[in-house]
């Protein structure tokens, strides 16, 4: 045996007398809290901010840009709908890609192709280049999805509420900040300064994501150990974490990653559940979005007696009070999830979850007579939004392991954005038809978000992060 040789026996028996332990006793134990994660939280914030300031952009660009290019109803939601149909497409693809082959590149891809999508529509000569540019948006927005899992897959077991919190706050924030510029910019500057100015932000968040690594927990099930331990070893630099030299991680076969088969044969009663749960819950949430700036600066009670049950479709133009209002009753949006954080950590996902959704039953009941358009009613609606948001993100990151996690909640969200799009579309249609059919849609999709949440059998309180099905090792 010669030299060479000798040395490559050497390092073999000194890997195997490593300390092996799990992802999750290495994060939990050893590499802790830190600055990487709170960069990813930041990113996390930063993308959920961005797709939910892009609802509110539209909420405050379509008034203007019915004056300004005499848009149809009909055209008003078609952009919506194109730009979450390409959302569907691509976070339904992109999922899975992920899961294959990493999260990064897919994180950095999308977060410039959402940027530059942002700024071109700040340009647009016409209508029909404002699709265009906002479909390009959806795309980049799609492929964001995977920074949630990402954020998750590098956070210490007990601090898994901050790390979805910090998204869902993203949520409200995002649609809050939206509206406080739009008080601000669109009057002195312009809706194309206004617009610029909303994109700047996603260039901020594309930046950043060059400095994360890739998912540890991603290469460990895809067998790739010596990344893993690089990943690793640079979370721990930037937390400023020493780790034991004899210190190695578990590292799995290569497994079958991104199986859409293996969600419905292993998940099916999970996935039905929370496909319900999120797409009810987004119905409300992306047609409050249109639905709240008419309702807080309108006369709309007694919407039966109205115009014979409808709102006058009209050139009108976005006054500074109606975008101030919008921003006051989404704040609800950010204390609701700072409730659910609170209340989860105590009692659990479950029990709280199905308690607020029964009372979202109530309160939009309450829309059919004059109190349900009074401001606290409203901004109730958006604070139990808001708890729901965060609670249902949280359970899908708890519920799914590494090996299909991107793809699942690939899934879910083209689910949930199908809902989405209808309660954005139809918000854009019946507002000006029968209003009293769209509050029936908001009821109808409280009823079948809260069948979700009992047909959802799983407290996820507890869990360890899973990275393979645990009935295999």
């Not at 959302?87 to 890609?97: A, M, N, P, Q, S």
């Not at 050139?315 to 101030?324: D, F, I, K, M």
């Amino acid at each position: 045996m010669n030299k060479g040789e000798q040395n490559h026996l050497l390092d073999n028996i000194r890997a195997h007398d490593r300390e092996s332990v799990s992802i999750n006793i290495l994060y939990d134990q050893y590499i802790k809290l830190g600055k990487t994660q709170y960069l990813l939280w930041l990113i996390n914030f930063a993308t959920f901010a961005v797709e939910f300031g892009e609802v509110a952009l539209l909420s405050v660009l379509i008034p203007i840009l019915r004056c300004e290019w005499h848009l149809s109803v009909y055209f008003e939601a078609g952009i919506t709908v194109m730009i979450y149909v390409s959302y569907f497409i691509t976070v339904l693809f992109f999922g899975k890609v992920a899961d294959i082959y990493g999260r990064r590149k897919i994180m950095i891809f999308g977060s410039f192709i959402r940027a530059i999508g942002g700024t071109l529509s700040a340009i647009a000569p016409n209508k029909w280049v404002f699709l265009c540019c906002q479909m390009v948006v959806g795309l980049g927005i799609g492929m964001g999805g995977v920074i949630p899992v990402l954020a998750l897959e590098f956070t210490p077991n007990k601090y898994r509420i901050p790390c979805i919190m910090s998204g869902t706050l993203g949520v409200y924030s995002g649609k809050s900040i939206v509206a406080i510029a739009g008080y601000f910019l669109v009057e002195p500057l312009g809706w194309r300064w206004f617009t610029a100015a909303t994109a700047l932000p996603c260039f901020v968040v594309a930046i950043l994501t060059f400095l994360i690594p890739e998912s540890p927990r991603y290469l460990i099930v895809s067998g790739q150990e010596d990344k893993a331990m690089e990943a690793i070893q640079q979370t721990a630099k930037w937390n400023k974490v020493t780790l034991p030299a004899n210190l190695k991680v578990h590292v799995y076969d290569s497994e079958t990653l991104g199986r859409f088969r293996e969600i419905f044969s292993r998940h099916r009663r999970d996935v039905v559940s929370l496909c319900l749960l999120i797409s009810g819950n987004l119905t409300v949430v992306y047609g409050f979005v249109t639905y709240l700036p008419l309702a807080l600066t309108s006369n709309i009670c007694g919407v039966n007696t109205v115009n014979g049950g409808t709102v006058q479709y009209e050139c009108t133009a976005v006054t500074s009070s109606s975008l101030r209002n919008l921003s006051l009753a989404t704040v609800s949006g950010l204390v609701g999830t700072i409730v659910a954080a609170v209340l989860s950590s105590f009692y659990g996902r479950l029990n709280p979850l199905r308690v607020v959704i029964f009372l979202q039953l109530g309160l939009v009941s309450l829309l059919y007579i004059c109190i349900g358009h009074t401001y606290v009613v409203l901004s109730a609606v958006v604070f139990v939004t808001g708890y729901v948001n965060c609670i249902e993100w949280l359970i899908v990151a708890e519920t799914f392991p590494t090996k299909i996690r991107a793809t699942t909640c690939g899934f879910i969200s083209s689910c949930g954005k199908v809902g989405g799009i209808i309660g954005s579309t139809s918000t854009y249609l019946l507002l000006y038809k029968s209003l009293p059919s769209l509050i029936t849609l908001f009821l109808a999709a409280s009823i079948w978000c809260f069948v979700g949440s009992i047909l959802l059998n799983k407290e996820t309180k507890n869990t360890l992060l899973a990275d393979v099905d645990e009935e295999k090792y």
